[in-house]
């Protein structure tokens, strides 16, 4: 049992780049999530996804995009990056008793 | 919409005092309630939680944290800091249908002094 897992660990991008954040669980949760973590600002919800096929919008969705074809991955796509999305990036599942389990993270640094 | 407020960005303690962190949250009506620790170049760890009953919570690593409805707040506390408690400190509100997708306080970094 894994749990959660990110990859990749580190990213480097250009600006207008794309590319995906991987996220795997292995608990068989059905609602998984990702967040963004800015210095002096706490986590920030980009995207949810209540089950496979269904995904919503958080509080910053702009500029990524999420899909969720199985209970296991939850990739996040950005799609033209930007200096302002540098940031690390975590990704969560949620457990009964609506516990959240949290991934290692993603840090992403924009030139 | 609810709303998490952790007033203290850095707090620092002597090794063997008591520890309060605070934790005031905004919603209408009552709120699910989680403290998370991160160490530094870590994921987050959940300390507790609190969704309804007893008002006093116990957690993980000796924590526990009382909710108190007329104050909107949710403070953590430990009788007895380690070292090892050096880290930062994530409050964090869920509410109602939405309870899964939680709001975070901006965190309180503790740091632990021999």
């Known amino acids: 049992n894994a749990g959660v897992t990110q990859t990749p660990k580190f990213q480097v991008l250009k600006t207008g780049q794309s590319m995906t954040l991987q996220c795997a669980q292995d608990?068989?949760?059905?609602?998984m999530s990702w967040y963004r973590q800015d210095p002096g600002m706490g986590l920030r919800l980009i995207h949810y996804?209540?089950?496979?096929?269904?995904?919503d919008q958080g509080e910053v969705p702009n500029g990524y995009n999420v899909s969720r074809s199985t209970t296991e991955d939850f990739p996040l796509r950005l799609l033209s990056a930007a200096p302002s999305q540098t940031s690390v990036y975590f990704c969560?599942?949620?457990?009964?008793?609506?516990?959240?389990?949290f991934g290692p993270g993603t840090r992403l640094t924009v030139l | 919409a609810q709303s998490v407020t952790q007033p203290d960005i850095h707090i620092t303690v002597s090794e063997g005092a008591s520890l309060e962190l605070r934790c005031n949250y905004s919603?209408?009506?009552?709120?699910?309630l989680f403290w998370y620790v991160q160490s530094p170049g870590q994921g987050l760890q959940l300390l507790l939680k609190?969704?309804?009953?007893?008002?006093l919570v116990q957690g993980i690593k000796g924590f526990e944290a009382e909710f108190k409805r007329s104050q909107s707040s949710f403070n953590l506390r430990k009788p007895s800091v380690h070292w090892s408690d050096a880290a930062e400190y994530f409050c964090?509100?869920?509410?109602?249908?939405?309870?899964?997708?939680?709001?975070f306080g901006s965190g309180t970094r503790l740091q632990v002094q021999p």
């Open positions: 996804s209540v089950g496979a096929g269904i995904t």
């Open positions: 969560a599942s949620t457990g009964s008793a609506d516990t959240q389990y």
């Open positions: 608990m068989n949760h059905e609602y």
């Open positions: 964090a509100v869920g509410a109602g249908t939405g309870r899964r997708a939680l709001t």
């Open positions: 609190y969704f309804s009953g007893d008002t």
């Open positions: 919603y209408g009506a009552t709120p699910y």
